[in-house]
């Protein structure tokens, strides 16, 4: 009788071999991209109150303004709400009337989280995403001013208003080289000012003086445009977890319609979705 070999044959042996190693791998490389959850850095420096702190200023019709009733509406406050949603925090809607005051709030640690149009002067003291929104400053003139390009803004005797430490501020202290610039309190104030001080030029966002020009009448916008503002999520410099959870968030809620569908529920126009963040790699 021949003695029974239970031993698997090396075909058998070599299969068995090979699905273990192969089940190995797929263990192994589960464990490689395995890490710690990127929510939880971010809610760390976010959340240190219990609560995400968003700065909202209604300074930027485009970004924020009061509701019918009363209550703080606009792209920034759905992005705001959205993000804590994510984040598993209740939000804190922290109201501005201005951009310098809502840096201000950054600057002091006041808010975990603010809307602010990106600048290098206050990329000193916090970290952008990309944009999620983009902008057009524009010039506002009398019907009867001899202005008619922007270019021709830029000349001695020319007093341009605009919104103390906004982005058209921050942007025109560094071009303007002749004009002299006389600064509003808020960004709403500058056309207020403009019309009290017989000045001759108005500066500030292109939807905003559009409505101004209603408003007040005997004036026009220039053609064009004199700077491109890009809208970002700003953090306190420093905060490199929520920057970088804030950064994938923001091109999320671009390439999935979030913005573009919040700008047309509020009723908001010319402002145009950011494009998609440039790969670096």
Same mark, same amino acid.
């Not at 390439?255 to 950011?274: N, T």
């Given at each position: 009788?021949?003695?029974?070999?239970?031993?698997?044959?090396?075909?058998?042996?070599?299969?068995?071999?090979?699905?273990?190693?192969?089940?190995?791998?797929?263990?192994?490389?589960?464990?490689?991209?395995?890490?710690?959850?990127?929510?939880?850095?971010?809610?760390?420096?976010?959340?240190?109150?219990?609560?995400?702190?968003?700065?909202?200023?209604?300074?930027?019709?485009?970004?924020?303004?009061?509701?019918?009733?009363?209550?703080?509406?606009?792209?920034?406050?759905?992005?705001?709400?959205?993000?804590?949603?994510?984040?598993?925090?209740?939000?804190?809607?922290?109201?501005?009337?201005?951009?310098?005051?809502?840096?201000?709030?950054?600057?002091?640690?006041? +808010? =975990?989280? &603010?809307?602010?149009? *990106?600048?290098?002067? $206050? #990329?000193?003291?916090? !970290?952008?995403?990309?944009?999620?929104? @983009?902008?057009?400053?524009?010039?506002?003139?009398?019907?009867?001013?001899?202005?008619?390009?922007?270019?021709? +803004? =830029?000349? &001695?005797?020319?007093? *341009?208003?605009?919104? $103390? #430490?906004?982005?058209? !501020?921050?942007?025109?202290?560094?071009? @303007?080289?002749?004009?002299?610039?006389?600064?509003?309190?808020?960004?709403?104030?500058?056309?207020?000012?403009? +019309?009290?001080?017989?000045?001759?030029?108005?500066?500030?966002?292109?939807?905003?003086?559009?409505?101004d020009a209603k408003r007040v009448g005997n004036v026009r916008l220039l053609?064009?445009?004199?700077?491109?503002?890009?809208?970002?999520?700003?953090?306190?410099?420093?905060?490199?977890?929520?920057?970088?959870?804030?950064?994938?968030?923001?091109?999320?809620?671009?390439?999935?319609?979030?913005?573009?569908?919040?700008?047309?529920?509020?009723?908001?126009?010319?402002?145009?979705?950011?494009?998609?963040?440039?790969?670096?790699?």
């Open positions: 009788m021949k003695q029974r070999n239970d031993s698997p044959s090396p075909a058998g042996f070599d299969g068995t071999r090979r699905a273990f190693c192969a089940s190995a791998a797929l263990v192994l490389a589960g464990c490689a991209t395995t890490g710690p959850d990127p929510r939880q850095g971010a809610i760390a420096e976010l959340g240190g109150t219990g609560k995400l702190r968003a700065a909202i200023n209604f300074g930027n019709p485009i970004l924020a303004n009061r509701g019918a009733d009363g209550e703080p509406r606009g792209v920034s406050v759905d992005l705001a709400r959205e993000a804590a949603r994510r984040l598993g925090l209740p939000v804190d809607l922290v109201l501005f009337n201005s951009a310098g005051n809502v840096v201000d709030a950054v600057k002091a640690r006041a +808010v =975990d989280l &603010a809307f602010v149009a *990106i600048d290098p002067v $206050r #990329g000193a003291d916090m !970290d952008y995403t990309a944009p999620y929104v @983009i902008i057009e400053g524009a010039y506002l003139v009398r019907n009867d001013s001899a202005l008619r390009r922007n270019e021709d +803004v =830029d000349r &001695a005797g020319t007093r *341009i208003a605009v919104g $103390r #430490g906004s982005a058209y !501020d921050l942007y025109l202290t560094r071009e @303007i080289k002749s004009a002299t610039l006389v600064r509003a309190a808020t960004s709403p104030a500058v056309t207020d000012l403009f +019309v009290a001080q017989s000045l001759e030029v108005a500066a500030g966002v292109k939807q905003q003086l559009e409505a053609p064009g445009r004199f700077m491109v503002i890009e809208q970002a999520m700003g953090v306190p410099k420093g905060r490199t977890a929520a920057q970088a959870w804030l950064s994938g968030f923001i091109e999320e809620m671009k390439s999935s319609g979030f913005v573009a569908a919040s700008l047309q529920r509020h009723g908001i126009e010319g402002a145009a979705v950011a494009p998609p963040r440039a790969r670096t790699s």
